[in-house]
């Protein structure tokens, strides 16, 4: 694990399960590898603190809406989110 993903784990556990909370911080690293090298545990763990929703889910889904919308290379975040591309949505590999 890399140190971001440490430092998010020991922060999101305090905000839900430890299986949730290894599983968000993971989705954050992954995120930062692929767009934003530079991402910090403090930018994440501020960002949850001014989440609008109730719930951890809702306020980490929200984030992760906001890194995406601050980097001009990502256009889908539904991968890194709770649930990913849900049960509903479109198939992520159509048309590649």
């Known amino acids: 694990m890399s140190e971001l993903t440490d430092a998010l784990t020991a ?3 305090d905000e839900t399960d430890d299986e ?3 599983a968000a911080a ?3 690293a992954d995120f930062a590898e692929e767009y934003d090298e530079d991402l ?8 949850l603190a001014a989440a609008p929703y ?3 889910q809702r306020r980490f889904n929200w984030i992760v809406g906001e890194l995406a919308a601050e980097n001009e290379d990502c256009t889908d975040s539904r991968a890194f989110r709770i649930d990913g591309f849900g049960e ?3 198939d992520p ?3 590649t």
């Open 20 to 22: 949730i909370a290894q």
């Open 93 to 95: 590999d159509i048309g």
């Open 54 to 56: 109730d719930g951890f």
């Open 26 to 28: 993971e989705n954050i």
């Open 88 to 90: 509903l949505a479109a």
């Open 11 to 13: 922060a999101f556990a």
């Open 40 to 47: 910090t545990s403090d930018r994440v763990t501020d960002l």
